[in-house]
C-alpha cells in the first residue's frame, strides 16, 4: 500500500505567497490536523514500514505531527530533496496577487500551471539559492533554481521509481509530499494528460491511498 499526503498549509502559504523550494513551517492549524490524521489513520489501523517525506519544513512538521497522532515509533524514515515542491526560483516568497497585478492574469496563470513555463531563476548569490543553504551542502547533484512543472514532474517520477517502487512489493510505504508532487504521482499512475494534471485541485492532508494486488497491479485508488 502507499499513503501519499500533501503537507498541511505554511505560513508563506498563508500569506498567499509562492513558497516553493523556501523554508516556510506549518501553521498552527495545520500541525493540529496533521496530528488529527495521524488518529484518523490509527483508528483505520494503518500501518508503514517506511515515511519517505521532502526535505521542506512543512513536509517534515506534517510527518512529525501525523506520526504523533499514528503513535507509530518503527518506522524507517527517509528525506530526499528529491520529493521537494517544484522550484519557483525568483518568484519565491512574492505575493501572487501582487505578482499577478506586475505581469498580468494570463502570463501569472501560466508560470503557475503551465507545464513547460520556466520561472526566472536564481542566482548564485541569492540567499534562496538552495546551494546556499547548508542542509542542502552535502547534494552532489545540481539542484534546481526554478522549474517547470515538466520539470519537477520528471525528477519526482524517477526518484519514486527507483527508489519508491521497488519497495512497494513488500512494504507499506508514507509518503508526505507538495501539491504539485501530488498531481505529477496521480498523473503518473493514472495516465492523465498535461492539462488534467497540471489544473487537478490538491488539498493539503487529503491522503490518496493506492492499493495493490499480489501481482503488484494496482486494484484500487481512493483519497480519505
Known sequence: MLVV????????????????WQDSRLTFMSKRKAKKLGQELKIRELKFDYAYVSMLPRATETLHYLLKGLDSKNIKIIEDWHLNERSYGALEGLNKNKFKKQVGAVKAYNLRRGVKEVPPKLNSEDSRNPKNKAKYQHIADSLPTGESLEMARERFVAYFEKEIKPKLADNDILLITHKNMMRAIIQYLDKIDDVYMANLEVKPLKPYVIEYDNGFNIYKEYFI
Not at 503537507?7 to 513558497?19: P, V
Open 5 to 20: 499526503v500533501c503537507s498541511g498549509r505554511s505560513t508563506l502559504e498563508k500569506k498567499n505567497c509562492f513558497d516553493g
